[in-house]
């Protein structure tokens, strides 16, 4: 006799589960039993495979970086049989946990959220994981799903073009070797180009300075005049940490205050990983807690189209304004770092160390815009002069550049110019003159309130079943109508309305271009995203066979 298959195992599970479920039930263990045939559903739910696809010998898919995106997309593609090779174009894996090594780098997301579905991590150590345990954990999944060996590192995009004779992108690399595939899946990431201030007399300045997401490796700063330029969310987080480093004085220059709400941040204890460890699906609904917890604040901050939104939100803001005053002991320096714009509006940094580290003596913010750099440090509007042995750009990442990392030439132009000032692409994933080229992370699908992993599988899910169903009907190649994405546009613009984040009209930021456009976030909740890319309509798309 031989092996059972998947099918036989899940029937046997399912009537095992029944008879024990009506073992429980029928002698008073009304609680126990369904939570018992809750848990074997569960389980069931893992024993589902998806189908291998019957790939042509000669079909190649070619998947852009080895971050989140890649990682996910490599796994999902590993599950249907089909071949690819993911090019990354540093020495390593991780993407943004790879590159950014600044003190207290770690993320605001709930751990247990900003996680694979398919990988749930039980034993994460804390409620928000730091950028070392991310990484470890990125690297366990690529190893555990089979990514590794599809990798070829130190390989940085050049230039793709597409070839409307073979159906084919080539894919040439700076160090001029050339690759072809059927396929590009573009999961470069969306923060990933530094972005730096324009100041008169930056390159006089004698001291060290570099950005947060180019730390320098080895840097000490004990005893040192140390300056950070920026509020965002690598500031809020390096800050606290270099305070506690033996730093001579830090100083802070402030353009624009942040939101920095308390993050509640704390170690699970032992116990508790393992319940999530030996009951998989407690770590299930914690996540899913989570999950649900921040689609409700989307609706409580970012939206102000009704009266209700408005009263919670406003609540909300003035709980926030409290902590501030309770947490800054200076009257005058709690007014400097409290915004006068609503959360959401810029990226919302929570933090549990980050206000209060300015009540240390030897933690300065300076409020005055910075007017020139000198050779012994900068000097602000008011003339004064501030020396310092180092000054860090924590001046956030450049969003066109990320968004535009390589160029590419497809059925119109370069991809650069399709793009111009303000990238669009259907769901934030395809686009009307690139044919099989899926982006993971694209433009219009960052979010300032839920977990972008959830966004990326999304995204990945909705690529694979675009290329499953293109190597089924035998198509070469498939495109989404300029009308569609047209349409897409006008339905983007019209959500935009009412949000927080919807223009410059509160403040500038990251998320908006110089125009005022909003052509980074998703402007809806991620439960909306999920439905619109559950699977890939290919009458939305001209199929050429």
Same mark, same amino acid.
């Given at each position: 006799?031989?092996?059972?298959?998947?099918?036989?195992?899940?029937?046997?599970?399912?009537?095992?589960?029944?008879?024990?479920?009506?073992?429980?039930?029928?002698?008073?263990?009304?609680?126990?039993?369904?939570?018992?045939?809750?848990?074997?559903?569960?389980?069931?739910?893992?024993?589902?495979?998806?189908?291998?696809?019957?790939?042509?010998?000669?079909?190649?898919?070619?998947?852009?970086?080895?971050?989140?995106?890649?990682?996910?997309?490599?796994?999902?593609?590993?599950?249907?049989?089909i071949r690819y090779t993911i090019l990354e174009k540093a020495p390593a894996l991780?993407?943004?946990?790879?590159?950014?090594?600044?003190?207290? =780098?770690?993320?605001?997301?709930?751990?247990?959220?900003?996680?694979?579905?398919? !990988?749930?991590?039980?034993?994460?150590?804390?409620?928000?994981?730091?950028?070392?345990?991310?990484?470890? !954990?990125?690297?366990?999944?690529?190893?555990?799903?089979?990514?590794?060996?599809?990798?070829?590192?130190?390989?940085?995009?050049?230039?793709?073009?597409?070839?409307?004779?073979?159906?084919?992108?080539?894919?040439?690399?700076?160090?001029?070797?050339?690759?072809?595939?059927?396929?590009?899946?573009?999961?470069?990431?969306?923060?990933?180009?530094?972005?730096?201030?324009?100041?008169?007399?930056?390159?006089?300045?004698?001291?060290?300075?570099?950005?947060?997401?180019?730390?320098?490796?080895?840097?000490?700063?004990?005893?040192?005049?140390?300056?950070?330029?920026?509020?965002?969310?690598?500031?809020?987080?390096?800050?606290?940490?270099?305070?506690?480093?033996?730093?001579?004085?830090?100083?802070?220059?402030?353009?624009?205050?942040?939101?920095?709400?308390?993050?509640?941040?704390?170690?699970?204890?032992?116990?508790?990983?393992?319940?999530?460890?030996?009951?998989?699906?407690?770590?299930?609904?914690?996540?899913?807690?989570?999950?649900?917890?921040?689609?409700?604040?989307?609706?409580?901050?970012?939206?102000?189209?009704?009266?209700?939104?408005?009263?919670?939100?406003?609540?909300? &803001?003035?709980?926030?304004?409290?902590?501030?005053?309770?947490?800054?002991?200076?009257?005058?320096?709690?007014?400097?770092?409290?915004?006068?714009?609503?959360?959401?509006?810029?990226?919302?940094?929570?933090?549990?160390?980050?206000?209060? =580290?300015?009540?240390?003596?030897?933690? &300065?913010?300076?409020?005055?815009?910075?007017?020139?750099?000198?050779?012994?440090?900068?000097?602000?509007?008011?003339?004064?002069?501030?020396?310092?042995?180092?000054?860090?750009?924590?001046?956030?990442?450049?969003?066109?550049?990320?968004?535009?990392?390589?160029?590419?030439?497809?059925?119109?132009?370069?991809?650069?110019?399709?793009?111009?000032? =303000?990238?669009?692409? !259907?769901?934030?994933?395809? &686009?009307?003159?690139?044919?099989?080229?899926?982006?993971?992370?694209?433009?219009?699908?960052?979010?300032?309130?839920?977990?972008?992993?959830?966004?990326?599988?999304?995204?990945?899910?909705?690529?694979?079943?675009?290329?499953?169903?293109?190597?089924?009907?035998?198509?070469?190649?498939?495109?989404?109508?300029?009308?569609?994405?047209?349409?897409?546009?006008?339905?983007?613009?019209?959500?935009?309305?009412?949000?927080?984040?919807?223009?410059?009209?509160?403040?500038?930021?990251? !998320?908006?271009?110089?125009?005022?456009?909003?052509?980074?976030?998703?402007?809806?909740?991620?439960?909306?995203?999920?439905?619109?890319?559950?699977?890939?309509?290919?009458?939305?798309?001209?199929?050429?066979?």
């Amino acid at each position: 006799m031989g092996e059972p298959s998947d099918h036989q195992d899940a029937i046997l599970s399912l009537f095992c589960s029944l008879t024990a479920f009506l073992l429980l039930v029928g002698n008073g263990w009304n609680i126990l039993g369904f939570l018992l045939f809750t848990c074997s559903l569960y389980f069931l739910n893992k024993l589902r495979k998806p189908a291998k696809v019957n790939v042509p010998d000669d079909f190649q898919v070619i998947i852009i970086g080895a971050g989140v995106s890649g990682i996910c997309m490599g796994k999902k593609l590993n599950d249907l049989g089909i071949r690819y090779t993911i090019l990354e174009k540093a020495p390593a894996l991780g993407g943004t946990w790879w590159e950014n090594t600044y003190p207290g =780098a770690a993320c605001d997301v709930p751990s247990h959220l900003y996680s694979y579905s398919f !990988y749930q991590n039980p034993n994460w150590s804390r409620a928000f994981s730091h950028q070392k345990e991310i990484l470890r !954990y990125l690297q366990d999944t690529a190893s555990r799903f089979g990514v590794y060996p599809h990798i070829r590192f130190g390989q940085r995009i050049k230039l793709n073009t597409w070839d409307t004779s073979s159906n084919k992108w080539t894919v040439e690399t700076d160090g001029g070797e050339k690759f072809i595939g059927n396929v590009i899946v573009s999961g470069s990431g969306g923060l990933h180009v530094p972005k730096y201030p324009n100041f008169p007399g930056m390159k006089e300045f004698e001291g060290e300075a570099f950005h947060t997401a180019q730390w320098k490796a080895g840097y000490n700063p004990f005893d040192k005049k140390v300056a950070v330029i920026g509020t965002g969310a690598s500031a809020v987080q390096t800050v606290p940490n270099m305070s506690e480093m033996g730093v001579k004085s830090l100083t802070v220059f402030q353009r624009t205050p942040c939101w920095a709400p308390p993050r509640l941040d704390f170690k699970y204890p032992e116990w508790i990983k393992t319940v999530f460890a030996l009951i998989p699906f407690t770590n299930t609904v914690y996540r899913w807690f989570f999950f649900l917890r921040n689609e409700f604040r989307f609706r409580v901050i970012f939206t102000k189209s009704s009266w209700i939104t408005k009263k919670m939100s406003g609540g909300v &803001h003035q709980l926030v304004r409290k902590y501030i005053k309770a947490t800054v002991k200076d009257p005058d320096l709690a007014k400097k770092l409290t915004p006068t714009f609503d959360m959401g509006c810029k990226r919302i940094t929570p933090s549990d160390t980050y206000l209060s =580290a300015f009540n240390k003596e030897n933690v &300065h913010l300076v409020t005055e815009a910075v007017e020139k750099f000198t050779k012994n440090g900068i000097q602000t509007a008011d003339g004064e002069a501030h020396e310092f042995d180092t000054i860090i750009y924590a001046t956030g990442f450049d969003l066109e550049m990320s968004a535009k990392p390589f160029e590419q030439i497809g059925l119109k132009g370069k991809i650069s110019e399709n793009y111009g000032d =303000a990238p669009i692409a !259907y769901l934030g994933i395809t &686009h009307p003159h690139h044919p099989n080229f899926f982006l993971l992370l694209g433009p219009g699908t960052g979010l300032g309130h839920n977990s972008i992993i959830f966004m990326i599988e999304c995204q990945a899910n909705y690529a694979c079943d675009g290329i499953v169903k293109m190597i089924k009907s035998g198509a070469k190649s498939m495109v989404v109508k300029p009308e569609v994405l047209k349409n897409y546009d006008e339905f983007v613009q019209e959500n935009m309305k009412g949000k927080v984040f919807a223009d410059n009209t509160e403040c500038t930021g990251w !998320y908006r271009n110089a125009r005022g456009v909003n052509w980074t976030l998703w402007p809806l909740d991620l439960v909306t995203y999920w439905w619109y890319t559950k699977s890939c309509n290919m009458t939305e798309y001209f199929v050429k066979h």
